[in-house]
C-alpha cells in the first residue's frame, strides 16, 4: 500500500455512514485516502429519527438533511446512491455489487443500518425477511411486500404513506408502545388523526418507565385523545377490497377485539442488517462483532459502526457462547463511532499514530432518554427498578394523579442511578442534568417538585444550562459552546444547530437550545 493512498469503501449512506463522510474528507482533500461511498438508497443520506416529523408535516424535508452530498463529491468522494452491496470478497479485498462492479478496498466500513422489525401475524405472512437471507437490491422486504396500509415508518416512502392519512384525520393503529412508537401517536393525533396505540403489557414504554410512571403516561396521552390497548396481542390483520386491490382494514387481537383503521404502523423494534456481514464469514451475534476500535472480530481490515454495530470484546463471551451488549440503535452512539473511526483512518492514512480518541467504549454511559411530544413531559435514565423498600438504594416516588405527574429516584451510595419524571418538565430537566453528571441529589429531595410549582421560586441544584453543562448529547455540544453561537448572531434552533450540530440529531434539546437563545436576548427597558 505503499506509495497510495488508503482504499476506503464504506457501504451504508444513512446519518451515521454520512457522518463518517465529513470526518474523513480532510483525508480525502489531502491525497490521502480515497473514498467510495455505496448507498442503497436514492435519496442523499437523511436524519430517520425525524421521520415521524416528517410525515405529520411537522418538519419539512429540509429538515431531515444531515450532509452535503455534492460537497463530498467535489472533494473526490465516489458518492453510488442507489447501488447495492451484494457480496463480499475478503480474500481479494472487493465488494461485489448487485451490478456486477467491483469495488477494491484496503479498509472496509460497514454501516448498513437496520430494518424494522415485521411483527408474525395473519396477513403478513411472507412480509418479514430471514436474518440469513443473501443480500440484494431490496434491503428489508421479505418474500412478500407489505399490504397497502401497512408501514414500518422507516423510510420517506413510508411517511408519504402516511402523510395523506394524518392530513385526512384518518384512523391509525400504532403497534407497540415504545419510544417512537408513542412519539408518532401523539404527533399524528396533534395533527389531526384518530390514533389507537395497542401493546402487550399493562403500560407503555415498559424499558423506560415503571409501571407507575407507564400508566401516568397512559392517562396523559387518553387525556390528549388517544386510544390506549393494554394487554392486547395481535394476531392478525384484516384487508378490505379497494381501488387498486385490497387493503389494510383492521387489527385483530387475541380476545376478539378488532381495532378498525386506514393505516397500521408497526413500530416493533429493529434489528441489525447484518446479512452481508454473515454471508462474508464475519463474527455476528445480535449485530456484527467489532472491538473497541470499531474492527470486526474476524477481519483485521473490516469494520462496523452505527446500528449494525456490536461493540464488544471477545474475552466477555459466556460460556453458552453469547455475546454481552446490543446495537445502542442510537443516533448519538452511532456518530461518535463515526468520528472515531474517521480519526483511526485518518491517521493511518497519514502515516501516524491513532490518538486515544479513535476508539470508543466497549459500553456507552447510559443515557437519559426522553420522549419527544406536545403537552407530555416525559424523561427517564438509568436503572429505576429499586422499590422503596431495598436495603441498598434511597428510593423517592411522588405521585399526583389529578395532575398527571409522576416522579421516582433512585440513589446509591449517594449518587443519582436512576430516575423517571412525567408531567414535570423542570424537575425531569434538572434530574437529566444530575444523572449525566452523576451528582447526588439536593439535601432535600422534594425541593425538585417545587421547580414545576406555579409559584416556583426555588433554585435547582446545578444550572442546567451552565455552560459546562451538556445540551446535545448525540454530539456533544455544550451550553458554553451553544452561547458562543448566539454570542454569534445565531438566534434561532436551526441557525445553532447549523453552526455546532446541536438539536440535530435526535430533536429532543430544541426546547433547552431554544432557553438558551432567549435568556441571552436583551432585557427590554
Known amino acids: 500500500m505503499s506509495g497510495r493512498p488508503l482504499r476506503v469503501v464504506l457501504v451504508g449512506y444513512g446519518p451515521v455512514g454520512a457522518r463518517f463522510v465529513e470526518e474523513l474528507l480532510p483525508a480525502v482533500a489531502s491525497g490521502d485516502a480515497v473514498l467510495t461511498v455505496v448507498g442503497a438508497e436514492r ?108 408501514v414500518a415508518l422507516r423510510d420517506l416512502s413510508d411517511a408519504e404513506a402516511v402523510a395523506p392519512v394524518v392530513a385526512s384525520g384518518g384512523r391509525i393503529v400504532v403497534l407497540g408502545a415504545g419510544v417512537l412508537g408513542m412519539e408518532f401517536a401523539l404527533l399524528a393525533a396533534e395533527h389531526g388523526a384518530q390514533v389507537v396505540v395497542v401493546h402487550h403489557g399493562p403500560s407503555p414504554m415498559a424499558r423506560n ?145 491513532a490518538g486515544a480518541d479513535s476508539s470508543v467504549a466497549l459500553r456507552e454511559r447510559p443515557t437519559a432518554v426522553m420522549l419527544k411530544a406536545t403537552g407530555i413531559d416525559v424523561v427517564s435514565g438509568g436503572d429505576h427498578a429499586a422499590d422503596p423498600w431495598d436495603a441498598d438504594a434511597e428510593v423517592t416516588v411522588w ?33 437529566t442534568l444530575l444523572f449525566e453528571r452523576r451528582s447526588v441529589l439536593p439535601a432535600e429531595p422534594s425541593a425538585l417538585l417545587r421547580l414545576d410549582a406555579a409559584d416556583s421560586g426555588s433554585v435547582p441544584a446545578e444550572d442546567p444550562l451552565g455552560p459546562d453543562a451538556t445540551v446535545c448529547w448525540c454530539n456533544g455540544v455544550t451550553a458554553g459552546r451553544i452561547g458562543e453561537a448566539v454570542t454569534g448572531g445565531c438566534d434561532t434552533v436551526d441557525a445553532v444547530g447549523r453552526a455546532t450540530r446541536a438539536g440535530t440529531g435526535c430533536g429532543g434539546c430544541k426546547g433547552r437550545i431554544a432557553a438558551l437563545i432567549a435568556a441571552a436576548q436583551p432585557v427590554p427597558n
Open 399 to 431: 405521585l399526583d394523579r389529578a395532575r398527571a405527574a409522576y416522579l421516582k429516584t433512585v440513589v446509591r451510595d449517594g449518587v443519582l442511578t436512576g430516575f423517571v419524571s412525567v408531567g414535570l418538565p423542570h424537575a425531569g430537566a434538572e434530574l
Open 209 to 353: 418507565l415503571d409501571e407507575p410512571g407507564g400508566r401516568m403516561l397512559t392517562q396523559a396521552a387518553r387525556n390528549l385523545g388517544i386510544g390506549m390497548a393494554a394487554h392486547a396481542r395481535a394476531e392478525s390483520i384484516g384487508l378490505r377490497d379497494a381501488a387498486g386491490g385490497r387493503v389494510f382494514d383492521g387489527l385483530g387481537c387475541a380476545d376478539g377485539t378488532y381495532l378498525p383503521g386506514d393505516l397500521l404502523v408497526l413500530s416493533c423494534g429493529v434489528a441489525p442488517r447484518a446479512e452481508l456481514a454473515l454471508a462474508a464469514g464475519l463474527a455476528c451475534s445480535a449485530g456484527i462483532l467489532v472491538d473497541e476500535e470499531l474492527r470486526s472480530w474476524t477481519d483485521p481490515d473490516v469494520f462496523a459502526i452505527g446500528d449494525c454495530a456490536q461493540v464488544a470484546s471477545p474475552e466477555d463471551v459466556a460460556a453458552d457462547g453469547r455475546v454481552p451488549g446490543a446495537p445502542s440503535g442510537l443516533i448519538g452512539p452511532g456518530w461518535r463511532q463515526a468520528g472515531a473511526l474517521a480519526r483511526r483512518l485518518r491517521a493511518e492514512a497519514a502515516g501516524v499514530a
Open 43 to 150: 435519496e442523499d443520506a437523511y436524519n430517520r429519527v425525524l421521520v415521524a416529523e416528517y410525515a405529520v408535516g411537522a418538519a419539512g424535508r429540509d429538515r431531515l438533511e444531515v450532509t452535503d452530498t455534492e460537497a463530498a463529491r467535489t472533494a473526490g468522494v465516489d458518492i453510488r446512491l442507489g447501488d447495492t452491496a451484494a457480496s463480499l470478497d475478503r480474500v481479494r479485498q472487493r465488494v461485489v455489487l448487485d451490478s456486477g462492479d467491483e469495488l477494491p478496498y484496503d479498509r472496509l466500513v460497514l454501516a448498513t443500518g437496520a430494518r424494522a422489525n415485521i411483527p408474525t401475524l395473519d396477513g403478513l405472512q411472507g412480509a418479514k425477511r430471514d436474518r440469513s437471507a443473501l443480500p440484494g437490491p431490496e434491503l428489508d422486504g421479505g418474500t412478500r411486500a407489505l399490504p397497502p396500509g401497512v
